[in-house]
């Protein structure tokens, strides 16, 4: 019974949440429809619709979404790796830590976007650039969360470790890892967020496939109706991703008692 | 057969933390530290643990000296310290290693099962209670089978109900496998309860101050006439060790003769 309200509950959540966009969508519609409004530059759902599966149907969403998802991954993947690494040095060697975290604190505050010149002059525009933006955007999250997250372990659950003489290796893998996870996992997912966002801003940059191409083509074009279902096409990529994240991790931190588990 | 030698400790800033600590407790025996606070009950403990150098003196355990933590040295702390990402049995088995996979399963069902944690292997810390969770730990600390165990005010947290609960099992662990128990506590009844010998401890700088033998059969009967005389005992050399006589500072050789 109680699961039979939850679900309920959760249903009308949904219905709430959706309330608005639908009966905005519905409003536009009927008006374009009665001639009220011209749906020129905002074209009413019907047509993005039409637009999108057009695409889908000739089988450009496709190739644009796979372009954009292989720059968006493997601008994850570097960056992500990179901040894992430089996050874990910076945390175990003060040395390491006095001379880099200043200056990567210092690059930290400089917004992404200031790079797409250099990087154009010193890549071109070819994929090079594209991939390198994106990783420098998923880097710092990453970095300070890993960072972070080693700095902060608890040093009374290290004890119980050099209690049972644990190796540096086993220290690392049986504690050290266990616990830095889930700050980890945070930092990655606020990463792939990112990545999402400057993948638009690389594929701005001049591109011929990716959805941010449809935006720009689209504009140029002067189609609205493109730019939509692109951003459409943007919106449902990246929330897939992001779902896929959290059901992939979910059981690496299944231990832990917060709130993400209602989420 | 644990041997503290002269222990002293002295920090990098000048204090004086311990100073000349001599004790020593045979295989099965149960020491309990009392002390009112700052009187270096918790370094010694860390001390004994191999968890931190002494600037003085040694500890042996059956004529090992220790320097860094030893298997054959368990401890338990004021807090659980339970893992979080493992499970209640994986917690308890986190000290085995090399014995084969079947035997620490057995050892660890076993010690659940002293506890009477038996049906909570599988759950996750953070679903169980304060007092289970340190009954955990416990668990955590014995399964290893060391020669000798080292208690932090283990019980310090809990309610009163929940403590005479855990001295019970932890005397039912001692007794299957008899190690050398020193336990630091601050709660006289404790310390009665469970050992054969208060130590009482004087702080700046930590010292001992005075032994009391507690001559008891076990199980012991809080209500007995001789557990109150003990606790009395305790309770009066307690009371020296927080009350020492302002005489001592200048002593006058004919207060010094009276004051007692």
């Known amino acids: 019974m109680p699961v039979l309200r939850q679900g309920g509950r959760f249903g009308l959540g949904v219905g709430l949440a959706l309330a608005l966009p639908i009966a905005l969508a519905v409003g536009w519609e009927i008006a374009v429809d009665t001639g009220a409004a011209s749906g020129r530059l905002l074209p009413p759902p019907s047509r993005i619709g039409a637009t999108l599966f057009e695409l889908a149907a000739s089988g ?3 190739s644009h979404v796979e372009a954009t ?6 601008g994850f993947l570097g960056g ?8 874990t040095a910076v945390a175990m060697l003060p040395l390491v830590r006095r001379i880099c975290d200043p200056s990567l604190q210092a690059l930290r505050a400089v917004p992404s976007l200031a790079w797409v010149p250099l990087f154009i002059l010193w890549f071109g525009i070819l994929e090079t650039p594209k991939i390198l933006l994106i990783a420098v955007g998923v880097f710092f999250p990453v970095y300070v969360g890993v960072s972070g997250a080693i700095g902060s372990v608890d040093r009374k659950l290290v004890e119980v470790g050099r209690i049972y003489r644990l190796s540096r290796l086993a220290m690392a893998r049986r504690i050290l890892l266990p616990a ?12 792939l ?11 701005l940059m001049g591109a011929s496939e990716g959805l941010g ?6 504009q140029q074009l002067g189609k609205p109706d493109q730019i939509l279902a692109a951003i459409i096409a943007f919106a449902l990529a990246g929330k897939l991703a992001d779902t896929l994240f959290v059901v992939l991790t979910r059981p690496l931190t299944r231990w832990q008692d917060t709130v993400r588990e209602s989420l | 057969m644990l041997i503290v030698d002269s222990l002293s400790k002295t920090y990098a800033d000048g204090t004086q933390a311990l100073s000349n600590i001599g004790l020593s407790a045979a295989p099965g025996e149960i020491v309990a530290l009392i002390g009112g606070s700052g009187c270096g009950k918790t370094t010694l403990l860390r001390l004994i643990a191999g968890l931190d150098r002494g600037s003085a003196g040694a500890v042996a355990v059956d004529g090992e000296t220790i320097l860094e933590p030893h298997p054959r040295v368990g401890v338990v702390f004021q807090e659980p310290r339970l893992l979080p990402w493992l499970t209640v049995a994986d917690n308890v088995g986190f000290g085995l290693g090399g014995l084969g996979r079947s035997e620490n399963r057995a050892r660890v069902t076993e010690a659940l099962e002293r506890v009477g944690l038996a049906e909570h292997g599988r759950r996750w810390p953070r679903e169980l209670s304060g007092g289970q969770q340190q009954r955990v730990a416990i668990a955590r600390a014995f399964v290893p089978r060391p020669r000798v165990l080292l208690l932090d005010e283990p019980f310090s947290a809990l309610d009163a109900f929940t403590r005479r609960g855990l001295h019970e099992q932890l005397l039912d662990l001692w ?9 630091v506590t601050h709660d006289v009844g404790e310390a009665v309860t469970l050992a054969d010998r208060v130590v009482v401890m004087r702080p700046k700088p930590g010292r001992l101050e ?3 033998a507690i001559d008891l059969p076990r199980p012991r009967d809080p209500v007995s006439a001789r557990y109150e005389e003990a606790v009395r005992r305790v309770m009066a050399a307690l009371d020296r060790s927080l009350h020492p006589p302002i005489a001592r500072r200048d002593p006058a050789p004919e207060m010094r003769a009276g004051w007692w």
């Open chain 1, 180 to 191: 830095v996870l889930p700050a980890t996992l945070v930092g990655l997912r606020t990463g």
């Open chain 1, 60 to 62: 450009d969403l496709l």
């Open chain 2, 210 to 212: 005075e032994t009391v």
């Open chain 1, 80 to 87: 992500a790796a990179a901040g894992i690494l430089m996050g």
């Open chain 1, 213 to 218: 191409y449809l935006l720009v083509d689209g």
């Open chain 2, 175 to 183: 007794a299957a496998s008899k190690p050398t128990i020193l336990i």
């Open chain 1, 193 to 203: 967020g990112l990545g999402f966002l400057f993948v638009v801003a690389a594929e």
């Open chain 1, 69 to 74: 998802l292989i720059r968006a991954g493997l």
